[in-house]
């Protein structure tokens, strides 16, 4: 062990939401195809030359400090991989390795918070199956992660060094900061003394999970035009068309929305391997009259209002929340409750990979994969299509929601894009 530091913000909120759950909600999967002519040992070289890198790949959480738990950096050790030999289709034996990955838990004071394993195909190492925990990484970590395996995997080296977690922590936690900490503290407190009373859904029965996700080329070229005509994000236009297509469906006018924020807008902390999300809330009041592109714009505005207070510490949060009768966490739920703070989630997901976008037009539901026991969370990324996935948690048991609302999201978007 080199050193021991508090949790970072992200990390602390990531641990408040995740405590009691299963490995489902916190295991993160991914699959790399491999460049050609890769070998068992150019692999582990590989990940051991990150491993190297990145502090967070070689922390533990240990049980204690302040926050309930503790960073642990450990030294770099050998890695040793398994391997999985194919029968002739490496993608269906590595979703099943994933998947054999993916239903462990991490003893998180003793193992590296991820395991791997290879593919090979008559003797050839072809992909690689990587399960995360979601302390150690979070989306932006993962695609970095994967870009830099490859090029240490193709014989690269990756110029100067990499952030620290417990670096961030200290100045997080420090005297320096608190400033910023109280700054945090009354944005949320005004939040919250303007925000609708918590919504309590009560579950009459057992909870069951089900998705839909729709691909459209079309909405995508007409987000990127609506951003591109008022000067904002295409986050914000999805967003907004999110905000009003459920207004539409439940009839409410006023909505608070769970953001997730990256983090990652200061340049010393951007390449750092480690859960950077937060939750940022959005209040969202809906007009009877007003246009799309003012909708847009007014999103837009309020969103980067509240990314300014994206780091904070959530156990405050939790304190405000409770003096306005807000219970369980900010991304969590209480006992006999299917909400948390929030009942509606965003998560922009950011460009997909090319070879991975689905068919435009095509609509896929289900029920399984990663679930955080959300009630309507909504991820959204863009490339050649864009991609909304809506998994709801309730009692109910059909997809006639989860459908509608992403047909009707889509809808609204290419409608705007046509003026």
């Known amino acids: 062990m080199i050193k021991r530091a508090p949790l970072t913000f992200g990390q602390l909120s990531l641990w ?29 070289g590989a990940l051991e030359a990150l491993e190297r890198r990145h502090e967070g790949l070689r922390t533990r959480y240990e049980p204690g400090g302040k926050q309930g738990l503790t960073q642990a950096v450990w030294d770099a050790a050998p890695i040793q991989l398994s391997v999985v030999e194919a029968d002739g289709d490496p993608d269906a034996a590595a979703y099943a390795a994933a998947r054999g990955l993916t239903v462990r838990g991490f003893d998180l004071a003793v193992d590296r918070p991820w395991r791997a394993c290879a593919v090979a195909l008559e003797g050839t190492c072809v992909r690689l199956v ?7 990484v979070d989306a932006w970590s993962i695609n970095q992660l994967h870009a830099e395996f490859l090029a240490l995997a193709g014989g690269g080296v990756l110029p100067g060094t990499a952030p620290s977690a417990c670096a961030l922590a200290v100045e997080q936690w420090s005297a320096a900061q608190r400033n910023r900490r109280d700054s945090a503290r009354r944005f949320w407190q005004g939040l919250f003394a303007s925000a609708p009373a918590m919504y309590r859904e009560k579950a009459s029965g057992s909870l069951s999970t089900r998705w839909a996700r729709l691909a459209s080329g079309e909405a995508c070229d007409a987000a990127g035009q609506i951003a591109a005509r008022l000067l904002v994000s295409v986050p914000s236009v999805v967003l907004a068309a999110f905000c009003l297509a459920l207004s539409r469906r439940t009839g409410q006018d006023k909505l608070l929305i769970g953001v997730h924020f990256n983090n990652r807008g200061d340049l010393r902390w951007r390449t750092l391997v480690a859960s950077q999300n937060q939750i940022v809330p959005l209040l969202v009041t809906l007009y009877p009259d007003e246009h ?3 909708l847009v714009s007014r999103v837009h505005r309020d969103s980067f209002r509240a990314y300014l207070h994206g780091a904070y510490n959530v156990d405050d949060v939790h304190e405000l929340g409770a ?3 807000y219970s369980g966490s900010v991304n969590g739920a209480f006992e006999g409750s299917v909400s948390g703070f929030f ?24 029920t399984a994969g990663r679930n955080i026991g959300a009630p309507l969370y909504l991820q959204a990324q863009d490339g050649k299509t864009l991609t909304c996935t809506l998994r709801e948690n309730s009692d109910d048991t ?10 009707l999201l889509m809808d609204l978007i290419k409608a705007a894009g046509e003026k």
Not at 17 to 43: D, F, H, M, Q
Not at 398 to 404: A, C, K, R, Y
Request: net charge negative; with cysteine.
């Open 130 to 136: 990587v399960c995360f925990h979601h302390l150690a």
């Open 398 to 407: 059909g997809f006639d929601n989860v459908t509608g609302l992403v047909y």
């Open 292 to 294: 799309f592109d003012a």
């Open 343 to 366: 009942r509606y989630f965003f998560n922009y997901l950011g460009q997909g990979q090319p070879d991975q976008a689905p068919r435009s037009g095509r609509l896929a539901t289900g």
């Open 323 to 325: 003096e306005h009768g």
């Open 16 to 44: 408040r939401s995740i405590r009691g759950l299963g490995p489902e909600a916190y295991n993160l999967a991914e699959i790399w195809k491999l460049p050609a002519g890769s070998t068992l040992i150019s692999v582990e």
